[in-house]
């Protein structure tokens, strides 16, 4: 007899105020009568960049365990899944028969993720997680070698103190500032020259910037298999670039708050609100968030052999 299982879900766009903007998410409500397998089966059929499944936590000070998908893999953390998700939760008011307050707290694989809840005329409209890891620096690499992988010249790439570096607050990615905006613009990912030279380097991420004061422009593209996608808000690679850039102030105590476009170039614009506190020298705190609309809410039906 074949057991159906039942799972609700709701979709949403995360960093955006409109639907059909920003980064979509999917939230699977509870998936504790779900294996492992059986998430990434869902978060292939969504085939959205990341799908998060919600269990009951392990710590009685926790909100939940989240278990973060994208079509192929799953990962230890990951930028707009919190921000949605927290989106989410609040907007439940409870969650695993406990109420959820204006602050929560997500177990995941790269450690606890705090989210606190962005509220406008009491409603929930948005989140802002913290960063659950410190910023690790790596090595920087050469200006040839970044362009070489999306398409530009070496004479198109920022380099001395501002030269490509990894860098990661939970997830590692190659940080490449551009000269312009034309630059950012004519950005053609290389598939080849990712698979070359990326997992030397111990990421398979490049995200592009061209900053102006306190407002970046932003695009990211990252390697599935073969295939090298973009994504149109990249949470986690945009909260490692604020904590690299307020490294690099030359003052040993700031805050340093920038805005953040990114998905223009695919006609998903997203807009980031990021922050990092640096005290003595070593950034302290990095947050990132902005808002979210929901999009659709349904049901999965799963059967059981």
Known sequence: MNEAV??????????????????????????RRLTGGEMQAIAAEFKYSETTFLLPPAESQATAR?????????LPFAGHPNVGTGFVVAGLGQLFDRPVGETLFFEEAAGLVPVSIIREK???????????????V??????????????????????????PVIASVGLPFLFVELKSREALAKCRPEAAAFALHLPALGTDAIHLFVRDGTRIDA?????????????????????????????????????????ITQGVEMGRRS?????????????????IG????????????????
């Open 122 to 136: 009491g409603a929930v409209v948005g989140a802002i997680l913290t960063a659950p890891q410190p910023l690790s």
């Open 138 to 163: 790596g090595r920087t690499v050469a200006p040839e070698i970044a362009a070489e992988c999306v398409g530009l010249t070496a004479d198109d790439i920022e380099a001395g103190a501002g030269a």
């Open 66 to 74: 989240v278990r973060i998908f994208t079509p192929s893999r799953e």
């Open 290 to 305: 902005g808002h979210c609309v929901e999009v659709m809410r349904g049901t999965l039906i799963l059967r059981h052999k």
């Open 6 to 31: 039942s799972v609700d879900y709701a979709t949403l766009d995360v960093f955006t105020d409109r639907a059909f903007g920003g980064n979509p998410l999917a939230v699977v409500l509870d998936g």
């Open 219 to 259: 695009r990211m593209f990252s390697a599935g298999g073969r295939i090298v996608i973009e994504d149109p808000a990249t949470g986690s690679a945009n909260l490692a670039l604020v904590a690299v850039l307020a490294e690099r102030m030359a003052a040993p105590d700031a805050t340093l708050a920038l805005e």
């Open 271 to 287: 807009l980031l609100s990021a922050r990092a506190i640096k005290r003595a020298g070593k950034v302290e705190r990095v947050e």
